[in-house]
């Protein structure tokens, strides 16, 4: 990892654990943004969709049984009911779950990537585009 202090080897267990259960519950366009050595409020920072409400609702509650199963505590969840925008809290790892519209409309990515949308790597079922040819 270069530039910046790498994350403790319980985040990176966390977030290997994050982005599988996603990739297992055919999460759409799933991205991980790392943060350690940008702000203190987490190492990774997980961001994505769901085709539907239900999925969302879904994958967030799946998420958090296997989180509290590794980590021994429970994350914490925001906007489970309306599954728009599922917030999951699990400490060292932020997982966003949207809606395809809602996180076209937030933008998050760009919002977090600190000028550098490279900080955003694409999980293996969403490999990033390629480059332009010139």
Excluded: C
Aim: proline content about 9%; glycine content about 6%; overall charge negative.
């Amino acid at each position: 990892m270069t530039g910046g202090p790498a994350a403790s080897p319980e985040a990176e267990a966390l977030h290997t654990l994050v982005l599988q259960s996603l990739e297992d519950d055919q999460a759409v366009e799933t991205i991980s943004i790392p943060l350690a050595g940008k702000t203190s409020i987490a190492d990774y920072m997980v961001i994505a969709s769901g085709r539907s409400s239900r999925q969302v609702s879904s994958m967030a509650v799946k998420l958090a049984e296997k989180v509290k199963a590794q980590v021994g505590r429970s994350p914490k969840i925001e906007g489970l009911p309306a599954a728009d925008w599922v917030l999951i809290d699990a400490g060292d790892v932020i997982v966003h779950l949207f809606r395809p519209e809602v996180r076209s409309f937030y933008n998050l990515e760009r919002m977090w990537a600190f000028g550098d949308e490279s900080a955003a790597t694409a999980s293996p079922s969403n490999p990033p585009a390629p480059p332009p040819v010139a």
